[in-house]
């Protein structure tokens, strides 16, 4: 019997080759208690500018500024200004873990004053990369792959594009692209660049700006610190305190009938809830856009109450499925990547259907600690 979490270590039988390791995924091993999950809290930010410089502060925060509450439904053009007014970065660059691991370096004593003699064993990624891990067990179109890397006892997790995901990026049809588009021109109908002022859609869109938050948390037994690009903060959030004023805004199909609801809940509401929960973003505010792509209604889901729309569906999702497969991911990890070595990598790769699987290799080119910053940690 295969038990979730724990590697299969072949018995020394007969000159069997040793079966590699692999991790189920089936929902039914996960269904446990909801695992201990620690309340995010925040470390520390940056941003990333127009031409993708990275910047030690807030510069790149923006503010919640919804339409106001005056009996009007908002009447927002997704579409205005594609694709003149879009500088979209460009997703051939790999940035893998460099801005995060820029931001540690400069924060390093920050980290070590938690406690020298018993430092804390880090689990460092992406929330991006945590939330595909989260939605694993109910996934069935899109696999994934992540690289990681012990180093200094910390553990470094990195994502890596699938060939499947580089064809998909690269034959993008047009219609995606202004799709795309479209959510971050949502963004800009929504969120002002000072507090208590009104959004202004006449800009560009440029998708190199950024601000990302970086979060502490604990997993189980597994110390996270993860960060995550944050849409707005919102200045009359009931708390300022990061990152309960933060705001996602998302933006999906106006829906029309309750089997259209149903699979919105099922579907879209899990990988929103997945985003927004690791982090402790209270709210996601969506934005319902129509054929003709104008957003006419907003609705706010607070993310502890998004199961609530699946708790009673035999085919909804389930939070503690989605944490415990998580928690078991690191744990198997852990228990892989055993030699301290930057430049040894070990890829798990998992596509729909089957088991997490691990591979080999050494330097390039799946190695994705830098030299800059291997050389600064180890003086
Ligand atoms: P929506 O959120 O309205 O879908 P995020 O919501 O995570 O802040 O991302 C902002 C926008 O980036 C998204 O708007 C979507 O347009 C685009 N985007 C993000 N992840 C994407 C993905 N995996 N594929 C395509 N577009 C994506
Ligand atoms: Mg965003
Ligand atoms: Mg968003």
């Not at 390791?21 to 929902?27: A, R």
């Not at 505010?285 to 609530?308: D, H, Y």
């Amino acid at each position: 019997k295969r038990e979730a979490g724990k590697i299969e270590v072949a018995e020394p039988r007969n000159k069997l080759p040793r079966p590699a390791p692999s991790l189920p995924i089936d929902p039914a091993l996960y269904s446990g208690p909801f695992p201990f999950y620690r309340r995010p809290s925040e470390l520390g930010c940056f941003s990333l500018d127009a031409q993708r410089q990275y910047h030690g502060d807030a510069r790149a925060l923006r503010y919640y500024s919804p339409p106001p509450t005056n009996g009007q439904s908002p009447n927002f053009d997704l579409r205005d200004g594609y694709p003149d007014r879009y500088q979209p970065r460009d997703e051939e660059v790999q940035e893998r873990l460099d801005h995060l691991l820029r931001w540690l370096l400069e924060h390093r004593g920050q980290l070590e004053g938690e406690s020298l003699s018993y430092p804390i064993l880090w689990r460092m990624t992406w929330r991006g990369h945590l939330t595909k891990l989260l939605t694993t067990p109910y996934e069935r179109q899109e696999g994934w792959q992540l690289a990681a890397s012990r180093f200094r006892g910390t553990l470094y997790l990195s994502e890596v594009e699938t060939p499947a995901a580089r064809v998909q990026r690269l034959t993008r049809p047009p219609l995606l692209r202004e799709l795309m588009y479209m959510g971050y021109k949502f963004e800009q109908y929504m969120c002002a660049d000072k507090p208590g002022v009104s959004p202004d859609p006449s800009g560009e869109v440029n998708t190199n700006v950024a601000f990302c938050s970086v979060l502490r948390s604990r997993l189980g037994n597994h110390p996270l610190l993860f960060s995550g690009e944050v849409d707005c903060t919102d200045p009359q959030a009931p708390s300022t305190q990061p990152p309960t004023c933060y705001v996602e805004l998302k933006t999906s199909k106006e829906m029309h009938s309750p089997g259209q609801w149903k699979s919105f809940y099922r579907h879209k509401l899990l990988k929103w809830w997945a985003q927004s929960f690791l982090p402790g973003v209270p709210n996601v505010v969506a934005g319902f856009r129509n054929p003709e792509g104008f957003v006419c209604s907003l609705k706010t889901f607070p993310t502890m109450e998004m199961f609530e729309y699946v708790r009673n569906d035999r085919d909804g999702w389930n939070p503690s499925v989605c944490m415990n497969f998580c928690a078991a991911f690191l744990s198997f990890a852990q228990n892989t990547v055993v030699q301290d070595d930057p430049r040894l990598v070990y890829l798990f790769s998992w596509e729909p259907g089957g088991p997490v699987t691990v591979s080999e290799h050494r330097d390039a080119p799946h190695a994705f600690l830098p030299p800059w910053y291997v050389e600064a940690v180890t003086q």
